[in-house]
């Protein structure tokens, strides 16, 4: 095939050397140095495409047919839905494994909390007011260490068990004996502390100013004059979470539940978050 002056290629690559001859039959060797678009003036009147010869290669702009646009763009859509699969499986478990882990330390420490009250649990006091459980709502006799009290403590002016005795009651007023049962000129009842009485536990109100033998309860009870009274603490399960004496200790806490038989004492705690849900059970035995 003749290639005439003037015809057009879309490019040639830097390199090709092309052969012509004029109308005399002198052939004419021109490089192409650089890209080249034609129509381009070349030496000569008459073109050879069989005498086209090249270090490098001769290559034409090629259009893209409809059959290979489709398949470019299901194998580009197949590996956009493989990666979006696989984003979203990972994204999923580390939701859940987040979760779980949410769980699993509201159990744990609510678990401790638990575990160290217990352990101290009616130090010093009657041994009848240990434990007193109602609906969602545990109590456990003794006074939590804060940076205020040290706890309960043997005192040398008075042997255990300590406890207080109510002197008389007025609506939600409970007047006491003394509010320092272990006799270290300290109170051992404040605001949002729970109290055992031989009538039933008790939560002091959150209004309760310490130190006064005139305390505030939360809820009106059957309680008797000289009934024994222990400060105790106070967990409870509320919207938020689980509480103890207040506040907040546990948010992803949904469920408590306390079953006292004999000297042993079972408590089942649940957690939930996000659907993710998890149980533990602590067993404890009085000696």
Same mark, same amino acid.
Not at 31 to 45: A, H, I, N, Q, R
């Given at each position: ?7 057009? &290629? ?6 090709? &050397? ?32 069989? +005498? @086209?010869?090249? !270090?490098?290669?001769? $290559? ?16 580009? *859509? ?21 979760? $779980?882990?949410?769980?699993?330390? $509201? ?14 649990? #009616? ?15 545990? &109590? ?12 309960? !403590?043997?005192?040398? %002016? =008075?042997?255990?068990?300590?406890? %207080? @005795? ?32 031989? *009538? =039933? ?7 309760? $100013? ?8 939360? %809820?009106?009870?059957? +309680? ?16 938020? #979470? ?15 539940? %306390? ?29």
């Amino acid at each position: 095939m003749d290639i005439e002056k003037g015809d057009t &290629f879309n490019e040639v690559t830097k390199g090709t &050397f092309l052969t012509s001859f004029d109308n005399s039959g002198e052939h004419l060797l021109t490089p192409v140095d650089t890209f080249l678009l034609f129509p381009s003036e070349l030496p000569g009147d008459h073109l050879d495409s069989s +005498l @086209i010869w090249c !270090c490098g290669v001769v $290559s034409m702009c090629k259009g893209v047919s409809l059959v290979e646009l489709l398949l470019a763009v299901a194998a580009a *859509s197949m590996l956009i839905l493989a990666l979006y699969s696989l984003n979203s499986i990972t994204e999923r478990s580390h939701h859940e494994l987040m979760d $779980s882990w949410y769980c699993t330390q $509201s159990l744990r420490t609510a678990f401790v909390e638990l575990n160290r009250d217990l352990i101290q649990c #009616g130090y010093l006091l009657p041994e009848d007011l240990k434990i007193a459980v109602s609906a969602n709502n545990l &109590f456990i006799a003794g006074t939590p260490r804060t940076s205020q009290h040290s706890g309960l !403590c043997l005192s040398p %002016s =008075g042997t255990p068990p300590y406890f %207080s @005795i109510i002197r008389g009651r007025e609506s939600l007023t409970i007047l006491l004996d003394t509010v320092d049962i272990d006799h270290d000129d300290t109170s051992d009842y404040w605001a949002d502390l729970g109290i055992i009485t031989e *009538s =039933g536990p008790f939560v002091i109100a959150h209004n309760y $100013s310490r130190g006064n033998s005139a305390v505030k309860i939360t %809820s009106e009870a059957p +309680l008797e004059i000289d009934d024994r009274v222990v400060p105790a603490i106070h967990y409870a399960l509320r919207p938020g #979470g689980l509480y103890r004496n207040g506040q907040l200790i546990a948010e992803a806490i949904v469920g408590i539940e %306390s079953h006292l038989g004999g000297d042993e004492l079972i408590i089942d705690l649940e957690a939930e978050h996000n659907g993710t849900n998890k149980k533990i059970r602590l067993t404890h035995i009085f000696r």
